[in-house]
């Protein structure tokens, strides 16, 4: 696998408080299969965090649309700006979603 194109630990939100923070002053667009939060964040490299709500299934559909969602943000990560926190929250769609249609 090329190294440019992993997620690592660096560039995710790991904690509630980072979370928050995005939604409780970031702006967000709502989509057919996922709300993205984004919040500027000066001089840092871009940072993102995914989320799946119990609407989107049970378990097994919520880690699946996690996957789903990692996995279009890991090939798509170089054309994002840097200096942001992102928040990808799933909805209900996207667990029967295909790549492309995620994408």
Same mark, same amino acid.
């Given at each position: 696998?090329?190294m440019?194109?992993?997620l ?14 995005v939604?409780?002053?970031g702006?967000?667009?709502?989509g057919?299969?996922?709300?993205? #939060? %984004? ?11 995914? *989320?799946?709500?119990?609407?989107? &299934?049970? !378990? ?11 996995e279009? #943000? %890991? ?11 992102? *928040?990808?929250?799933?909805r209900? &769609?996207? !667990? ?8």
């Amino acid at each position: 696998m090329h190294m440019d194109y992993c997620l690592d630990k660096a560039r995710r939100l790991t904690h509630n408080n980072e979370y928050r923070l995005v939604y409780k002053h970031g702006k967000y667009e709502v989509g057919r299969l996922c709300v993205l #939060y %984004r919040m500027p964040v000066a001089k840092q490299k871009t940072r993102i965090g995914f *989320v799946t709500g119990k609407k989107v &299934g049970c !378990a097994v559909e919520r880690n699946r649309a996690r996957r789903l969602m990692k996995e279009v #943000y %890991r090939l798509h990560q170089h054309e994002i700006r840097e200096g942001y926190s992102i *928040v990808i929250v799933g909805r209900a &769609g996207l !667990a029967k979603a295909d790549y492309k249609q995620a994408e």
